[in-house]
């Protein structure tokens, strides 16, 4: 068995981990919102509508901020016709999944749902067929104490006190031709830039996201980013960044889908700072990774033809273990850019390419790629590590020979624990982890789980709920300051290490 070899040091830090790293994403798209976090009349369904068992689920997962209410949803969405009276809202066109839209789920039902799971929501402001001022009355009706008409508006509408929304994201994926009202990088950076402005207005408090590119194949990636950030970087905090892997000729590729992720990250970051040096700007920008996963896009179609209706089935991949391998390895990625990673967000939490799956009317399960996501947003504490890691190489065919052993670490000094991931993404091979932890005094492993299976392709469903759960056998060994791993061929593996009290 060969050996991955790697060096854990506390003095090599790269900085605190951002709680807002396990994000998540709640989008007006298919059945997430409607059958997935909402669904009255469900016997596990509160007075309020909200989904019992969802919300548990929900918890467990411990996503910590949840983008609300798109996606491309929100291009052409009046935000208006989620407020009020339930029976007086407009049912309208969803022209960004030809759905059939009927506003019964709006802003106070997201922002009492986030109360519930607490977690903190961000919200995107439409800037596909909409403007300055209809993101300016978004503020004011959101975070405005009272005595406008806005915030008037909200305390009739229940919520006397205002919300206090942080983070908001200026439009959605705007360089994309699928977008209604796409722009040009130029027209988006005035748009965002004066909307920005007019927001930070409203409520100088909040934090803004300009759009990055939707991914990194856009023609135009980077020339958009340097674009947008010329005219947005003095008004902005982040820069977003969106990106899905799957599997298509080689399961060698996709299980080495993370290498594209790090040079992604790092193009958007080099872009960012070439805009930093231009302007003379002290300020260095972060990134915000608002939408990322495992997305089955060449196998269905994700636009119903001409079928309005309302929540049909969209993009609900049933993901195996070589997903959540994968999975595991885009969390990976982002700890080891959490120096320029502030926030991320798995896109999305309910049956639409999600973590957790639910049947109308019936039970709700979890995916594969639930348990990586839940255990690092468990254990990720403290400061992300420098992890230097030597590992046996592996061919693929379209990222060459690439490191089989993929891995982070994170210390948390308050509680003297070391978490450390990491995955093989060796399709044949099972190797073995050697940790040179001499620096740090540790004591014991107290939890490890890990994800592999004989069957790769193994699933949960309805029926067989539970037919993929991690193993939580401890066995990595400590000696002398070094620890040992096994690490079957595509796996996921967690631990946590108590370290003596200094
Ligand atoms: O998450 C599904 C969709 O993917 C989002 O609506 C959009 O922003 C992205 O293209």
Known sequence: ??????????????????????????????????????????PEADERGYRRDVLALARELGATVIRYPGGNFVSSYRWEDGIGPVSERPTRLDLAWRSIEP??????????????????????????????QDAADLVEYCNHPGGTVLSDRRAKNGAVDPFGVHLWCLGNEMDGDWQVGQKTATEYGRLAAETAKAMRLVDPSIELV???????????????????????????????M???????????????????????????????????????SPKQLKISFDEWNVWYQTRHHALPERDWRHAPSLIEDDFTVADAVAVGSYLISLLNHADRVAIACQAQLANIIAPIRTLGGGPAWRQPPFYPFAA???????????????????????????????????????????????????????????????????????????????????????????RVRPRGEITARLQDGRLTVPLPAVSWTALSVNAATS
């Open 1 to 42: 068995m060969a050996q991955a070899r790697l060096v854990v040091d506390p003095a090599f830090s790269l900085g605190a981990v951002d709680r807002r790293l396990f994000g998540s994403f709640v989008e007006h798209m298919g059945r997430c919102v409607y059958e997935g976090i909402f669904e009255p009349g469900h």
């Open 103 to 132: 506003n019964t789920f709006g802003l106070h039902e997201f922002l009492g749902w986030t109360e519930l799971a607490e977690v903190e929501p961000m919200l995107a402001v439409n800037l596909g067929t909409r403007g300055v």
């Open 210 to 240: 300009a759009c990055g590119s939707s991914n990194r194949e856009q023609r135009t990636f980077a020339a958009w980013e340097a674009t947008v950030l010329e005219h947005t970087y003095p008004f902005v905090d982040y820069i977003s």
């Open 376 to 466: 690092a947003a468990r254990l990720a504490r403290g400061v992300a590590l420098r992890l230097p890691v030597q590992a046996p190489a592996m061919e693929t065919p379209k990222f060459g020979a690439v490191p089989s052993v993929t891995s982070a670490a994170t210390w948390d000094e308050q509680s003297r624990s070391l978490s450390i991931f990491l995955v093989n993404r060796d399709p044949d091979n099972d190797h073995i982890a050697e940790v040179d932890v001499r620096a740090l005094a540790l004591r014991e492993v107290w939890e490890q789980q890990a994800l592999f299976d004989p069957d790769i392709r193994a699933t949960n469903s309805a029926h067989q709920p539970d």
């Open 242 to 280: 969106h990106t899905y892997y799957e599997e298509t000729d080689s399961l060698a590729d996709f299980l080495a889908t993370a290498v594209d992720m790090d040079g992604f990250i790092e193009d958007v970051v080099a872009a960012a700072d070439y805009v930093r040096a231009k302007l003379r």
